[in-house]
């Protein structure tokens, strides 16, 4: 009976003399609009290829009303989804001039499951779905892939741009969606009714809510496949504010000219060894050196005096463990906030449980006990002080923020410090903004996302694709592996796969490195493969080592260095 009423109602509502068919037209695409279901195809005047959902695929929306503008090719749908009464507000404007179509969607309630909208639009043999991926990937869309899944817009460990797209791998036709409201957004990627690969837009609640409305722009290419999304998407992150070349960034810090080239060193034994270490490298050839291993004030001063030598430590402001657990955990980490217990950490929903972080193994072996996350909105003052303090002393140059951009964009829900996606960007970004501006280091932090470009100078792992990492990378960083494994030699040092989609972006704001438990030197049978990618990409090589491996083999070590240096 409920069934018969609210279909009654929904026939209700709909508009009689809404057109059954909407066309927008533009100087390059024509886009049709569906007046009973929604669907969206765009027709590519230049290819000729109608891009659209698959024929006899069902979306579940009804429209109830078609406004169609007088003045411009621009149309709002007012659309129903029976299932979860879910009614949005999709308005299409075209561009007249070029090959561009932006939709923004509006809705207002409770948001309980992610909504993917437009529906993604079907795919062919040979299209391959275009990916920023840390650097960036491109799957052909009809092989099996692991690890291709709903990527999320608000994290280093997602999408690192707020794009992505198909292109055909003959033509380089194809389509870029811009993410225009990535902070609750994602990349909805599966399989169509045949077995292909297919992404689209899909958008998460703020806060349990639809929120604000949510946008995207569809931009159509004739040729030119991911490196015409990469020059818009270049002028795209202009316009809004993203872009900031190290021409600028230098007049502020001087000291970014050290890290352009510089081979990145992470070794933890070293004891009172560093000086003699970056002696040697620099001796060998290794000029460039972007010291990461700490050291104390005379070392500091010393290396400091070396040319070419930027000294910089590891620092974190996310994971808090309890204190009521330090005597049951294998170690304590000098940088955890502890202070910030309870009363700051991040409440991952309403009923007031808090967000986990790293875990940290139990002394007896039994298991693990997770960190808590602090709130970002409570980071900036402990890192003010802690690096303020440190600085009297210690003449550091650099700094490298752990997890701050490779961790989502948390919601909190604590009644103190509520916090949205979007203010959880704001406040990460001003934890890098206090490194960057207030202390003139030069700023690193973990994996990488455009979001911090503005503020960062490098990223630790944006070169090893995070999907397709070694096991525990971030655990085992010391161990170095003989065999290397599948999704290694296909996807991580694939070049079948890769594509330098952020290199093609912001390669002039941000130094790309590999990740530290994913280094050069970590796997020797691809070790010069991966000095090649470096050479490829215009990077500089990271290197993370022990006394003992360095003693064995520094001459590895300098001819690895060789073959990037000169491009990065």
Known sequence: DYQIRRVGTVRDRMNPARPKQVTL???????VLDGIT????????????LWSRETGAVDGWLVLDAVVSDDKPQATLVMLNPETTREIRATFTVDPDSSEVQIE??????????????????????????????????????????????????????????????AEDATGAGWMCILETPDDAAMAVGKGRDGLWQNGPSWDATMGQFGYARRVRYVFFDKGGPVAMCKRYRRYAKQIGLFKPFTEKVKHNPKIDKLIGAANIW??????????????????????????GAGSADELVAMNARTNVLTGRYDIYQDIMDPANFDKISYRHSDWVTEAFPQNI????????????????KKDGSGMIPCAVICDSKAVPYARKRIAEELKTKPYQARFIDTTVAAPWFECYHPDHPMTRTQSRQYKMELLRLVSETFNLVCGSETGHEAAVPFCDYFEGMLSIGNYRVEDAGRNMWRILDDVPEQISKYQVGERYRLPLWELV????????????????????????RDLFNALYGTPPMYLFGLKQWDEMKASFAASYQVAEPVS
């Open 25 to 31: 037209d533009g100087r390059n695409v024509q886009v």
């Open 38 to 49: 929604g669907n969206l195809s765009v027709h590519d005047k230049r290819t000729g290829r």
């Open 105 to 166: 969607i509006a809705s207002d309630g409770p948001l309980s499951h992610p909504l993917d909208f437009p529906s993604a639009f079907a795919t062919r043999k040979g299209d391959r779905l275009i990916v920023p991926m840390n650097e960036g990937m491109g799957f052909p869309v009809d092989e099996e892939h692991s690890r291709l899944w709903r990527t999320i817009a608000y994290g280093g460990h997602g999408i690192c741009m707020g794009f992505f797209g198909v």
């Open 267 to 292: 070794t933890f034994d070293a004891g009172q060894e560093k000086l003699r270490l970056v002696a040697e490298m620099q001796s060998l050839g290794m000029d460039r050196l972007l010291w990461s």
């Open 346 to 361: 991040n409440w991952a929903g309403p009923n007031g449980k808090w967000r986990h972080g790293w875990q940290i193994e």
């Open 506 to 529: 912001y390669h002039d704001c941000v130094v790309a490195q590999w990740y530290w438990g994913d280094y050069n030197n970590k796997l020797p049978k691809v070790w010069r493969k």
